[in-house]
């Protein structure tokens, strides 16, 4: 199956670097006046793909600068699933069905050598049948393999056995190249003492030629326990997130791909009380970031580990200075990982959502803003670049445009002007970007690929300074 592949931008391919001067928030750090503020620089941009709203889309991204967004478009049998693969060279937007079935998508990774893996469900099928499927797609568009989740029912006996009946699919999945597997999640339901419950498993698929290597996976030590969330460890093998039904709150575990579990549990005072909260993130020495916080405590924090060893354990404040106020905030919702930096997602009780940029060194604080202000337009999420950098992920609703700004500290007086929501031409020729035609699904019914031009073409802008 052929791609449209994109052509490269008229001015090159060189990232546009003009700050945009957007100067997010200033932090009074100890004591001590904080000039730093997170400045914004435009970095790529490119038109949202037609018939979907790009604010509903899943976010992922490899950190060697390549963006994923997973959406699924149209209703009912209408549906199928909209991948948009952003690489430093090019935009592509994959739309397709599985086995020419109407279908969603809920999330992707990205693979070496281009191309992702999907998880998504099939809609043709009646509610009590296993509709989950993954794919592995090549940056060609072509399907180089699929596994449906009732493959796993029939699964051979030398690799495990489903437990239970299927009940829903799990959105999470994962590739960890050690292993060279793919991890997935299912729901199922199983009847234990008397009693029925859900339980979520892992199943485990070679990369390269999509055999099943592992199914009914779970942590035995911790049944009770609904698996939620799978991200590939730098140590190898798979971190995974369950959740204590009873409880309500969320464990870490260590799988690695073949039947081995361990939970994470530090030398640290009162981490069976901690939660973890979204995923859990990589830097670049291998070591990871678990973003936590303690349930009803007004409590929050982050904690990185080298394998078992504590590199810090930060607990976060509960105030941040913007606007001249000081502010209120919830625990942590979200973290990410840029090179030397964390980001958190957090919720001031007044309202408003907080971004903090913090050091990966010991998780201090470096500087504090308001999430929508990050960068012109809708934020749709984090990603980084391929130096490390983060990314700002926006929508501008007004000319229908994505855009990546990377983001770094800088001096409050460190302004210039720069391009942003003031740009001219939006979509235009000579600026902007343009979605090339679409053939359409394939011929079997699966994938058409579009590629989206202009991907890299520097943008003509009006000077403009934004302030918050």
């Known amino acids: 199956m052929g ?58 991204e490899d950190g060697e600068g390549t963006t994923l967004l997973v959406m699924t478009e149209g209703e009912g049998a209408d549906a199928r699933c909209v991948v948009v693969v952003a690489d430093p060279q090019e935009a592509l937007s994959y739309r397709f069905r599985r086995a020419g079935a109407p279908s969603s998508c809920a999330d992707a990774v990205v693979m070496p050598g281009g191309g992702f893996v999907v998880r998504g469900e099939r809609r043709d099928l009646p509610p009590d049948l296993p509709a989950g499927f993954v794919a592995r797609i090549a940056r060609s568009g072509e399907e180089l393999w699929a596994v ?4 796993l029912l029939d699964a051979p006996e030398e690799i495990g056995a489903y437990v239970g009946a299927w009940e829903a699919t799990l959105a999470s999945v994962a590739f960890e190249p050690r292993s060279g597997l793919v991890v997935a999640l299912t729901r199922a339901r199983e009847s234990v003492g008397g009693s029925v419950r859900s339980s979520a498993q892992l199943h485990a698929i070679d990369a390269e030629s999509g055999a099943l290597r592992a199914v009914g996976e779970r942590p035995l030590e911790a049944l009770g326990e609904l698996v939620e969330r799978v991200d590939a460890d730098p140590q190898g093998g798979f971190l995974v997130t369950a959740v204590a039904t009873q409880q309500g709150t969320r464990r870490l575990h260590r799988y690695d791909g073949a039947g081995g579990w361990q939970a994470v549990v530090p030398r640290i005072s009162g981490w069976e009380e901690r939660e973890v909260v979204g995923p859990v993130r990589a830097l670049a020495d291998g070591s990871i970031a678990v973003f936590w916080r303690v349930r009803g405590q007004g409590q929050s924090g982050v904690t990185r580990l080298q394998g078992d060893e504590v590199v810090f354990d930060r607990v976060f404040d509960n105030e941040a200075e913007l606007d001249g106020r000081v502010r209120q905030l919830d625990d942590v919702a979200r973290g990410w990982v840029a090179g030397e930096q964390l980001g958190v997602f957090r919720i001031s009780r007044e309202g408003p959502r907080i971004f903090e940029l913090l050091s990966a060194e010991d998780g201090r604080r470096l500087a504090v803003s308001f999430w929508d202000r990050l960068a012109p337009g809708l934020v749709l999420g984090l990603v980084r670049d391929r130096q490390g950098a983060f990314v700002a992920l926006t929508y ?3 000319d229908e445009s994505l855009r990546e700004y990377q983001l770094r500290l800088g001096d409050a007086s460190d302004r210039s002007p720069g391009t942003g929501s003031g740009d001219e031409g939006a979509g235009a020729e000579g600026g902007g970007c343009a979605v090339a035609g679409s053939r359409g699904e394939g011929a079997a019914g699966w994938v058409g ?12 802008a009006k000077k403009s300074t934004l302030s918050p």
């Open 449 to 460: 690929v579009v590629g989206i031009l202009g991907w890299l073409r520097r943008r003509r």
């Open 3 to 60: 791609a449209w592949r994109a052509k490269r931008g008229g001015a090159g391919v060189g990232y546009g670097v003009c700050l945009l001067g957007l100067v997010v928030g200033a932090l009074c750090l100890s004591g001590e006046v904080a000039a730093q503020s997170i400045l914004a620089s435009s970095y790529r941009v490119w038109d949202s793909p037609q018939g979907v709203d790009p604010r509903l889309a899943q976010v992922r």
């Open 396 to 398: 501008i609703p007004t």
């Open 148 to 151: 449906e989740d009732r493959e």
